[in-house]
């Protein structure tokens, strides 16, 4: 398996404008976390899914951003319209729930909006 | 809010151990131990985890104290490689649960 495929690796954007941010789980997975890392903040989780459903999306930091996983092979994370302070490091990891099993991430997408 | 407590850096010299500890005092009877580990740049990297019996794999060791309060990392060997901040995670695995990182120590392996 080539582990989980996160594009692109980086987006550079001006303010006000929306960007997608694509995930591709291990096949098999069934639970899909989006964190968000930054200096001031560290690893931050975003969303975490559960056989397609959104379990818990407490960490989505406003309206602008929204995330989907319409299948089991794809999910994205979106922020209409950008801002500079949305500027971080965007992880996708996923896992296997149903037992004690760890989450493997993906190499991240570098997010800078100016 | 994580529920472990790890020093904020270490330094290793090259070809030693590395012994890297965690607090997590209000574990519960249920929850696991678990490491990951982030080099610079990287998504963050599975090393362990264990519920309270000592485990070990090619990457690491896992020592978990009796009364689960505590529990230490071991790299048998460290290698320049190895420098990256370490993760320890408390997590049960349960419908909902996430993975809470906290800030993590970052261990500098010295050649």
């Known amino acids: 398996d080539a582990g989980v495929i996160q594009s692109p690796r980086h987006e550079v954007t001006e303010m006000g404008q929306e960007v997608t941010l694509r995930c591709k789980p291990i096949?098999?997975?069934?639970?899909l976390f989006w964190y968000r890392q930054t200096m001031m903040r560290g690893l931050e989780l975003l969303i975490y899914f559960n056989n397609n459903v959104p379990i818990d999306d407490s960490g989505m930091p406003e309206d602008r951003f929204s995330a989907k996983m319409p299948n089991a092979s794809f999910s994205t994370l979106k922020i209409q319209p950008s801002e500079p302070r949305d500027s971080a490091v965007y992880f996708c990891?996923?896992?296997?729930?149903?037992?004690?099993?760890?989450?493997?991430f993906g190499q991240g997408t570098r997010l800078t909006v100016v | 809010d994580a529920k472990t407590t790890q020093p904020p850096s270490m330094d290793c010299a090259e070809g030693r151990a590395a012994n890297l500890p965690c607090n997590h005092s209000t574990i519960s009877g249920n929850e696991y131990v678990y490491w990951y580990r982030q080099i610079h740049s990287q998504g963050p990297q599975y090393i362990i985890h264990g519920l309270k019996n000592n485990e070990t794999n090619e990457m690491a060791s896992l020592i978990i104290t009796e009364d689960r309060k505590s529990s230490t990392l071991i790299l048998p060997h460290a290698t320049l490689r190895d420098t990256a901040v370490y993760y320890c995670?408390?997590?049960?695995?349960?419908?909902?649960?996430?993975?809470?990182f906290g800030p993590g120590t970052r261990l500098s392996v010295l050649p």
């Open positions: 995670i408390v997590r049960v695995d349960n419908y909902g649960q996430n993975f809470v």
């Open positions: 990891a996923s896992s296997f729930h149903g037992g004690n099993t760890e989450a493997f």
């Open positions: 096949s098999g997975h069934n639970s």
